[in-house]
């Protein structure tokens, strides 16, 4: 049974750093696209960045570049969104998703599998 897991969310300050890691089992980890999107209160899910099967990525909203960071580990079937100097605005929960394709997408609609979600909550 394919499974996403997220971890690593929480309270933080204004200006901290929280890693997000995505555990993914049921699967061949290495064949698959993860993507990362988050969703605020009473705001449409925003795709933030997306890493192919073969280690390349994509930063998808213009308020997280240069700030987020995603990376994979396939040999721990993980993938990581290092979050750095983060803001107010970050706050969301936040969602893995697995596409079985070797190309990335910022359209949640192309994904088919999803995390539970974590919760990040940016405020001093």
């Known amino acids: 049974q394919l499974q996403l897991v997220e971890s690593g969310g929480g309270l933080v300050q204004p200006g901290g750093s929280l890693r997000l890691s995505c555990a993914a089992s049921g699967f061949t980890f290495n064949y698959y696209t993860i993507g990362w999107f988050r969703q605020a209160p009473g705001k449409e899910r925003e795709g933030v960045s997306c890493?192919?099967?073969?280690?390349?990525?994509?930063g998808y909203a213009d308020s997280v570049k240069g700030r987020f960071t995603i990376s994979r580990d396939n040999a721990k079937n993980t993938v990581y969104l290092q979050m750095n100097s983060l803001k107010p605005e970050d706050t969301a929960v936040y969602y893995c998703a697995a596409r079985g394709r070797l190309t990335c997408s910022p359209y949640g609609s192309a994904y088919n599998y999803w995390g539970q979600g974590t919760q990040v909550t940016v405020s001093s």
């Open positions: 890493i192919n099967s073969s280690g390349v990525s994509f």
